[in-house]
């Protein structure tokens, strides 16, 4: 059973960065697409960032030029750096690869 894991979330305050990351116990980082994406309280679930095996990236217009996906194949991880991190950055964040999702890193933007 293929799982993967985040971690790095945590309470920061508007302006800071966290970076969270997706540990996969099989080697399927960077043979599927790869995505972050993002539940706020009684809010849909969004995405937030996406990578394709080809390293093209999607991002939301909302954390456009704020938040950078990259990938470790070697160590099977994806990562989401965020910076300038808003309190509507305030959510549940999951990875998802190819059909696997976690189990979500809770990230919180507050003074």
């Not at 800071?16 to 080697?27: M, V």
């Not at 690869?97 to 919180?108: A, Q, S």
Request: hydrophobic share 35%.
């Amino acid at each position: 059973q293929v799982q993967v894991v985040e971690s790095g979330g945590g309470l920061v305050h508007p302006g800071g960065s966290l970076r969270l990351s997706c540990a996969a116990s099989a080697t399927i980082v960077g043979i599927y697409t790869m995505g972050w994406y993002r539940q706020a309280p009684g809010k849909e679930r969004e995405m937030v960032a996406v990578m394709s095996t080809g390293d093209d990236t999607t991002y939301a217009a909302s954390v456009k030029g704020r938040f950078i996906i990259s990938r470790d194949n070697s160590k099977r991880t994806v990562y989401l750096q965020m910076n300038s991190l808003e309190p509507e950055d305030t959510a549940l964040y999951y990875c998802n690869i190819h059909r696997y999702w976690g189990k979500g890193t809770l990230v919180t933007v507050s003074s």
